[in-house]
């Protein structure tokens, strides 16, 4: 879930991020209210575009920081998984520990057999 919603995430601050470029490209290319003896229509149609350009701005900032904060709960959530996937191999290697004296290489089913246990062969040899 968190993965797809960083995906969501992505693919919509890479949208906005088309359209401000393609904003900022278009008013780049404008020449100046002065060289261009610019009606305050125009004038106003710029001043606009500019303020949807910075509030558009804005809002990839919020959705830059809401994929920032997914992410760290994306990274949260699997370092408690790792911490008790390691919790559970202590425990394991503690177990193992304390029955490999016991077990033989033979008893596993070794190479001397082909690695396949006979019918009275058990796994810890009895």
Do not use: W
Not at 68 to 83: C, E, F, P, W, Y
Not at 93 to 98: M, Q
Not at 109 to 126: A, M, N, R, T, V
């Amino acid at each position: 879930r968190l993965l797809t919603t960083i995906k969501d995430l992505d693919e919509r601050v890479e949208e906005l991020r088309a359209s401000v470029q393609s904003q900022c490209e278009h008013i780049c290319q404008q020449p100046s209210a002065a060289a261009r003896q610019a009606t305050p229509e125009q004038i106003e149609n710029v001043v606009k575009l500019r303020e949807k350009m910075e509030k558009d701005q804005k809002y990839l900032t919020f959705l830059s920081n809401e994929k920032i904060s997914v992410t760290n709960q994306a990274l949260n959530l699997i370092g408690s998984h790792v911490k008790r996937m390691d919790a559970e191999v202590e425990v394991f290697k503690e177990e193992l520990a304390t029955l490999e004296p016991t077990i033989q290489f033979s008893d596993l089913g070794g190479l001397e057999d082909g690695g396949q246990y006979g019918e009275e062969q058990s796994l810890f040899g009895g």
